[in-house]
């Protein structure tokens, strides 16, 4: 009995045994697995703080980024409107300065329009007490049926075909550059011309005897290129006129190039060739006339294509040389 019970423990010693080795191995794995998460939860915390962090710096630089674009959209928009208002600033001054100007040529022509009627007053006073012999008079009548004679011939020829096909040939010219504003202008030109030839045409029966200018005595000396003159009031009148009209007629050629980006030429112009608006054949030289019609058309284009008012100014809807550019182009020395 007693072998029983030591045969009886040694078999339960033998069944139990594996059995709780088993579990005391168990039981150290999970020591050993939760010992290592334990350590393994401080690592991932610590990574997922570095992740949080740099996130957050990401967010940070990128906040930054967009600040820095914004800041440098504003600085630019703000030097776009410091340069807007800095041209309106320049535009304004320009536009008072034109202003001032042509106040300023306003009020010389106005005096100059003063100083010329009262001077015509007194010259008009003199020739009620002065008049040129017969024997003058008939002189200056035949040197101007002679003028005219030469202008008619003139014009005439300007109506040959060839002198047709040359103004022909610069129309087209204008029209393949593109030149709009300047064909348009030169058109307009030629329509005056053909105008004024008609009136010259109509005029053939000019009354020589009571034209003043062929029994008024010499008021004005001047000078053209070294060799001295001497007209009456009503050349004298003429001359400014031929002037004025060159003025007028160059300020719309130089504002036409300016108008169709051309380059700046005058002399390219044919109302500048031809040089011959305004003149009837009467009282002075074509010649003479032409002269002083380019001195201000070569003014009047500078300022049309400047788009300025250095040399003249407009008024009453018409352009005109100031008087104190007048006065120093013709330089007329009074004879009284």
């Known amino acids: 009995m007693k072998r029983f019970g030591v045969v009886s423990t040694v078999v339960l010693f033998c069944l139990v045994g594996p059995i709780a080795l088993a579990y005391a191995q168990q039981d150290q794995q999970e020591e050993k697995q939760t010992k290592h998460e334990e350590q393994a939860k401080p690592e991932k915390q610590k990574n997922g703080h570095q992740e949080q962090d740099q996130n957050r710096q990401q967010q940070q630089r990128a906040q930054q980024q967009e600040q820095d674009q914004n800041r440098g959209q504003q600085q630019r928009v703000q030097q776009q409107q410091q340069d807007q208002n800095k041209q309106q600033r320049v535009q304004q001054q320009q536009q008072d300065q034109n202003r001032q100007q042509q106040q300023v040529g306003r009020q010389q022509q106005e005096q100059q329009d003063l100083n010329r009627q009262r001077q015509q007053q007194g010259v008009q006073a003199q020739q009620q007490q002065e008049r040129l012999s017969q024997q003058r008079q008939q002189q200056l009548i035949e040197q101007q049926q002679q003028r005219i004679a030469q202008y008619r011939q003139h014009l005439d020829q300007q109506q040959q075909q060839q002198q047709r096909q040359a103004v022909q040939q610069q129309t087209a010219m204008l029209r393949e550059q593109n030149r709009a504003s300047q064909y348009r202008f030169q058109e307009e030109y030629l329509e005056r011309m053909r105008q004024q030839q008609v009136r010259l045409d109509n005029d053939r029966d000019h009354d020589y005897n ?11 000396r001047y000078n053209r290129s070294g ?37 700046s030429d005058y002399r390219d ?68």
């Not at 009571?210 to 004005?220: C, G």
């Not at 003025?247 to 051309?262: I, K, P, V």
């Open 227 to 263: 060799s001295y003159y001497e007209t009456n009031q009503y050349g004298a009148d003429l001359l400014r006129r031929s002037v004025n009209y060159g003025y007028e007629e160059g300020f719309h050629t130089g504002e036409a190039d300016r108008q169709d980006r051309w380059r």
């Open 210 to 220: 009571r034209d003043p200018y062929f029994y008024t005595a010499p008021t004005y």
């Open 269 to 336: 112009s044919y109302a500048y060739q031809d040089a011959n608006y305004g003149y009837t054949g009467y009282y002075v030289d074509q010649d003479e006339y032409n002269y002083y019609f380019r001195q201000g058309f070569s003014r009047g284009y500078e300022d049309g294509f400047s788009s300025r008012s250095q040399y003249g100014s407009y008024s009453n809807g018409s352009y005109s040389v100031l008087g104190a550019i007048l006065g120093q182009i013709l330089n007329f020395q009074s004879l009284r």
